[in-house]
């Protein structure tokens, strides 16, 4: 055991596909901490700046279909 190495218990393709993955997590991490806070700041925006659903609804004109085809007299 006086010859053990430390440096060659991975191969250089498991340290390669280790850092990848490691990358790919830090990557997702702030890809999401990006996306909460973003909705975070939306969602505050929202709670100050509009009013309530329904009466948000209540102002949106009601949508009908037109015809298509139209009788001639």
């Not at 006086?2 to 191969?11: A, G, L, R, V, Y």
């Not at 790919?24 to 975070?40: F, G």
Request: some cysteine; glycine content about 2%.
């Amino acid at each position: 055991m006086d010859q053990w190495n430390d440096n060659h218990f991975f191969t250089p393709l498991q340290k390669v596909y280790m850092l990848a993955c490691g990358l790919l997590i830090a990557a997702s991490l702030i890809w999401i901490t990006h996306l909460y806070y973003e909705y975070r700041v939306n969602n505050a925006v929202w709670q100050t700046t509009t009013i309530s659903p329904k009466e948000f609804w209540a102002d949106v004109p009601k949508w009908e279909w037109k015809p298509i085809f139209t009788e001639e007299s």
